[in-house]
């Protein structure tokens, strides 16, 4: 299986974690759009777990909560 170099990974994250969308970072990047879906799952899957290991007995006062997005299925 190929996999992408560091170099050209870090360039298709940068681009996403910039908001730009999945289709202009493959024209972007020159990457399929299938290896920029499966590199965002990976890289989501390994956030949550370094989050649910690392992030433990928090004492919590007070939680802001925005950007609550909705979307009604039809």
């Known amino acids: 299986m190929n996999q992408l170099h560091i170099e050209k ?10 908001g730009t969308s999945v ?3 493959c024209r972007m990047t020159g990457v ?7 590199l965002l799952k990976d890289i989501g899957c390994a956030a949550a777990s370094y989050h649910d290991a690392h992030v433990r007995n928090l004492k ?5 909560c925005t950007d609550f997005a909705s979307f009604a299925v039809i």
Not at 9 to 18: D, F, G
């Open 23 to 25: 289709n202009a970072t």
């Open 32 to 38: 399929a759009k299938h290896t920029v879906l499966k």
């Open 60 to 64: 919590v006062r007070r939680i802001q």
């Open 9 to 18: 990974r870090t360039q298709v994250l940068a681009a996403l974690v910039e």
